[in-house]
Structures are given as C-alpha cells and as structure tokens.
C-alpha cells in the first residue's frame, strides 16, 4: 500500500513551509471551537448525554454481530439489498458491479469517507462510470485534480475563497466571482444537470438503525437529498461500526453530533431513509442497496482498542488539536486526519504503515476532553506507542535512549548524578541566556523553537536544602 502517512515527518515540513496553507489554516483555526462551546451550553446535562452516547456505542459494539444482523433483516424486508465488503477492493467490485447491472453511466456521491477508503472514484472511472462529487468541499477538491480530502466534515478548510474564485473561474470558464453565494450559485447550476441525468446516487450514512432498516444522513446541504432520492439506484456505503439500535438512540447521538462537529443546534438537513420507492411515493430509490465494509475494523472488535469503534466522526478532535490546526489535514497522510486518524490509520492500514503518527500528538488531552463518546484518544496513541515498541518497530538509536533513560531513572543515584550534569551541561549551553537556541543532543528539537535554560538548582538539591535544620 503506498501510504502517504508513511512519510508524516516530510509532509509536515513541507505544510509548514507553505505560507498559503499556514495562512488559510490560521483563518479556519477556533471557527468550530468557539461555536461547539456555545452550543454545548444548550444541553442542561452535557455530561449526562455524553454518558449515555458513551454507553450505548459499547453496548452495540459489543454486541455488533447481532446488531447487524437485526439490520440485515429489517432493511431486506423494506426491500434492500445489504452487501458485505471486507475491504477497499470489494467495496470497488460491488459498487461497478451493481453500476453495469442497471447500466449506469453517470453517478452522483453524497461525502462518503468510505469512498475515500476504497478509492472509488478511480474505479469508477476505469469502469466507464462517471462520479460526480456534489458536496460543494469535496466538488470543489474533485475538479481541483481529484485533490483529497484535508477535514472529514469540511473537506476544503485547507483552502482560501480566492483559491475557490481562482478554480472556478479556470474551470467553468466563468467570470471570476468572489462572493461566497455566488460561487455556490455557480456550483449548484452546474450541478443540477448531473442530478437529472445519474443513474446511480452513492452516499455514505452517519447511523445504520437497526430496529427500521434506516440510514441516517446528516449535512449541511441539500446534495444528500438529491443523490438519495432523484437517482433510480441509491448505494449506501458504510462502516459496520455505524449501526445503532433504535431510532431513539439515533435522537441522543443526534444531540451530540452537530454541536460538536459544526457548533450547530441541528444540521441544515437529517434524513433517515427506509426502503425503496413505495406505490405512491413521489422519490425515492427503485433499488437501494447496503455495503457493510469491514476494511479492518472487525479486528478491532474486541482489542484494547475497540473503544474507537465509538467514534461518530464529527471532527471535534482535529478542531481542537494543536498539531492538527497548525499542519493541515494532508500531512496526515490518509482518510483520516487529526487524533482520530493518528490511531485509525495504524489499525486499519497497518501499524508500520503510519509509524510516526501516534507520535503525532501533545498529549495535551484536548482530543479525549471533547470527544462526545468519550474515547480516550491520548491513552490509544500511547498504547499504539507501546505496540510499536514490542513489535521493535522504533529506531535503534530511540530504543537505546529510552532502555539508557529507564535504566538511570529506576537508579536513584544514578539519576540525582544525571540530573545534576544534565543542568550544569544546559546552563554552560545556554552560556547565561534564558533559552537555547540549538540542542547539541537533540538539534530536531529545536529547529522550530527554543529550549528554556534552566534557571537554577535541580529539585532534589532543593528539596535536601530543604531538609537542611
Ligand atoms: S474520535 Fe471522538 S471527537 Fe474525534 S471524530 Fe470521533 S467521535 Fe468525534
């Protein structure tokens, strides 16, 4: 697998150095988080609804096998088709082969994530079947040269208005606008004819309800409603993780998502859509069909990490983070980016595939603080850490350190000596400023910053003071 997340350090390095992305980053930085704040407060007991999220994903994902099941069933019998994917490739070949059955040409997506996963577009492409992303974000990435995605709930936070004014006047052959409604006029127009000629509407599906067979869809724009219900085939593509028990389950997840993804009460639009076209409906699919994918999680299921199968992907995690606000979701390598994505990516792709991302990451517990089922992101990434070490995946060199750095630190003499050279060494470095501008021992470190000098004695030639009568 050629996964960009393999080379995280350069990606990094090269987001850092681009003064675009770091200036559009800075204008998307806070916009989410000071609106969830505001929104969270709405909830009598935020707390309390976190809580239930919390415990009624367990209880699905413990139970997942019987769940699904329940779904199968009551989904068929409102006349769909479920299909299973165990991976990126299957989920290709039923998408094609379900296209060339009703003699498809041209299909409309809805964001699916899990299209991202698989790389459908391409192989819809290679089919002969057009994909038309109508997502205005993921529209907008398409005709940029099939661009990926940087956010999982705003594709193109990476990119300025200007950027958008500049694609869209080269592209459509248009005058060049700069005034938001107008360039989404502009989108829609062009759009409009794709959903009057698709055969096929592929969306992804935020919860699979168990008890009526339903899919439920959460956005922000009228393009999920088109490319579910004007298409005569709708797929679903989805997670086996997303599927819930009942619809009042969906309403609790429901007083979670907006608020912590986008800061809204509601979103624009939630649809929850059963079955196919009835006698008598005026929309709505002749032939629906579900993909249930796997593409890793099943081995999840049941490992120290299974309390990220929770996960609803709202993005809150990435909003809040440090490294993700300052480096862009493209750094990250795959689907998925941010805290989230620092521990997706290793599970489901590999943990030597994305060997520096759990070491993405402060620590700081700001991901986990705002999670709204309550995943304890920075306890996965130092687990996965640790995965790395027993599986000797680490450099010699790191592996060394840290054996020296245990050995001294278990030794209390050993460790008072070290300490005490380590702050004589830093102060002669520092040469009497208040900071170091390059570490001999780790020049890396301070490439980007300083390291503070230490101003005085170390705590345990305090503490003896101390103790002194
Ligand atoms: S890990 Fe939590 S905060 Fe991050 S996307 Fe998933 S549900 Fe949201």
Redo the contacts with the bound molecule.
């Keep these: 697998m050629d996964l960009r997340a393999r080379r995280f350090k350069a990606n990094s390095e090269a987001a850092l150095a681009n003064p675009v992305l770091q200036a559009n980053m800075k204008t998307a930085k806070g916009k989410f988080v000071d609106k969830r704040a505001i929104s969270i407060r709405e909830i009598d007991d935020f707390e309390g609804t976190r809580e239930a999220a919390q415990a009624l994903r367990n209880q699905v994902i413990e139970n997942l096998d019987l769940w699904l099941e329940k779904f199968e069933e009551t989904a068929t019998a409102r006349g769909a088709t479920v299909l299973w994917a165990k991976d990126g490739a299957e989920i290709c070949r039923h998408v094609v082969d379900i296209g060339r059955q009703h003699g498809v040409k041209k299909a409309v997506k809805s964001k699916s994530m899990l299209s991202e996963e698989a790389g459908l577009n391409l192989a819809l492409e290679a089919a002969g079947i057009q994909p038309v992303e109508t997502d205005l974000g993921e529209y907008i990435l398409q005709i940029n040269d099939n661009e990926p995605p940087s956010h999982?709930i705003a594709p193109v936070v990476h990119k300025s208005l200007d950027e958008v004014a500049d694609l869209f006047h080269a592209v459509h052959k248009t005058p060049r606008k700069t005034e938001i409604p107008a360039l989404t006029r502009e989108a829609r127009e062009v759009l409009r004819s794709h959903f009057l000629t698709a055969e096929m509407g592929i969306s992804g599906g935020n919860f699979l309800v168990a008890e009526t067979g339903s899919v439920a869809l959460v956005t922000n724009e009228g393009n999920g409603r088109m490319v579910t219900t004007l298409p005569r085939v709708h797929v679903v593509i989805t997670g086996i993780e997303k599927v819930i028990p009942t619809l009042e389950d969906l309403s609790t997840l429901m007083r979670l998502l907006p608020r912590?993804a986008t800061g809204q009460s509601i979103s624009n639009y939630v649809s929850v859509l059963t079955g196919t076209k009835a006698a008598g409906d005026l929309d709505g699919p002749e032939h629906l069909y579900f993909i249930l994918v796997d593409n890793g999680r099943a081995d999840v299921v049941g490992s120290e990490f299974q309390d990220m199968l929770?996960?609803?992907?709202?993005?809150?995690?990435?909003n809040h983070c440090p490294v993700y606000q300052t480096i862009g979701g493209h750094a990250y390598g795959w689907v998925y980016p941010?805290?989230?994505g620092s521990v997706l990516t290793p599970l489901y792709t590999g943990i030597e595939n994305a060997i520096d991302l759990p070491h993405a990451a402060t620590l700081c517990n700001q991901?986990g603080v705002?999670?709204?089922?309550k995943?304890p992101?920075p306890e996965l990434l130092r687990k996965l850490r640790e995965k790395q070490v027993e599986k000797r995946l680490r450099p010699w060199s790191e592996r060394v350190a840290f054996r020296l750095w245990a050995w001294v630190a278990s030794c209390p003499t050993l460790y008072g000596i070290g300490t005490r050279f380590a702050v004589r060494y830093l102060k002669w470095l520092a040469g009497g400023k208040p900071s170091i501008p390059v570490l001999g021992a780790a020049p890396e470190w301070t490439k980007g910053r300083d390291f503070p000098a230490p101003e005085g004695r170390t705590f345990r030639e305090l503490y003896a003071r101390r103790r002194q009568p």
Excluded at 310 to 318: D, K, Q, S, T, V
Excluded at 370 to 373: E, L
């Design positions: 999982i912590s929770r996960c609803i992907r709202c993005g809150a995690c990435m941010g805290p989230m991901c705002v999670c709204p089922v995943i992101l």
